[in-house]
């Protein structure tokens, strides 16, 4: 009887998987292996750059100025004061520098809440940092697709001026937000106030509420209409380029909607929004708006 040839292809087959098998056992051990070493190291990783940032905070909240001295001295200059000395210096232009310190009673009443409707319209709800402003403000950017508003509160915005520059950079807002923590502990929120609208810039070589006051309307802050309040809360974002004497849009916008809000928010009565809305419209020598928009204002970062 002739014999039968050996099953050469069903062996071919079985030793085709087998192999296979062991490749695949072979590659899945090595993605275990790859994961047991990459997990702990990228572990390693993070806590070292947590540790590290908690170093950092810690060393630069020690090297912070003493702001216990800002509860009864008014500050001679600050940061933001002498960079914009140096900038004219570097320009080939003499420096110039307006500044009237003036207490809080000073100020008409409606300007300071313009400017905290600008600004910071939960200043006093919150410690230093707005979180929910920060919230927002990143939602905003993702849906965006790009950096959008500022969340800078009043008292970090203080802190800048009297201690920072402008430059933009991770580690200037890490110390502006241990400023301002430290500002809160140790001042209350009417000083805070108080050196804000006296030190804020409002123009070239215009600083605080009484020099700005008499520069763009020629009168003192405490005899601001309610419009002049609004458009001077409303330059804050852009003190040096919206400008009243320039009549930007911007700004008659702007001061608009801080109107709206001020009367939506019982700060001024409908009376005196009328007429301030009025007074708004003659100064831009534009017709009277038949209604203004009361969405929130876009809080923007400070600009040049």
């Known amino acids: 009887m002739a014999s039968r040839p050996p099953p050469t292809r069903a062996s071919s087959i079985r030793t085709q998987k087998t192999k296979q098998s062991s490749s695949k056992q072979s590659s899945s051990g090595a993605r275990r292996a790859v994961g047991k070493r990459s997990g702990p190291g990228w572990g390693r990783w993070a806590l070292g750059g947590w540790l590290m940032l908690v170093l950092w905070l810690s060393v630069e909240y020690v090297r912070l100025p003493d702001v216990s001295t800002l509860r009864t001295q008014n500050p001679r200059t600050t940061a933001l004061m002498a960079q914009r000395v140096e900038e004219s ?24 809440d313009a400017v905290l409707i600008s600004e910071d319209a939960r200043f006093y709800r919150h410690e230093g940092v707005d979180w929910t402003e920060v919230e927002n403000a990143f939602e905003q950017s993702v849906r965006e697709a790009r950096l959008g508003r500022g969340a800078s509160t009043l008292t970090q915005q203080l802190a800048k001026n009297l201690y920072l520059s402008t430059d933009r950079s991770l580690l200037r807002k890490g110390k502006e937000l241990l400023l301002a923590r430290r500002l809160e502990a140790d001042l209350s929120k009417q000083r805070i106030l108080a050196l804000y609208v006296n030190v804020v810039e409002w123009g070239e070589g215009v600083y605080g509420i009484e020099a700005a006051a008499r520069e763009h309307f020629g009168v003192p802050a405490r005899s601001l209409s309610v419009a002049q309040g609004a ?22 916008t702007r001061a608009g909607v801080i109107l709206v809000r001020l009367e939506r928010e019982g700060r001024i009565s409908a009376a005196q929004a009328r007429e301030a809305q009025a007074e708004l ?24």
């Open 89 to 112: 210096l570097e320009a080939g232009r003499k420096p110039r520098v307006r500044q009237a310190w003036v207490p809080l009673s000073a100020v008409a009443p409606h300007v300071v």
């Open 281 to 304: 419209s003659r100064f831009f020598g534009v017709p009277p708006a038949p209604g203004v928009a009361s969405a929130p204002i876009a809080r923007l970062p400070a600009g040049s």
């Open 231 to 252: 458009m001077l809360a409303a330059m804050l974002p852009a003190p040096r380029r919206w400008l009243p004497a320039l009549r930007p849009e911007t700004l008659r």
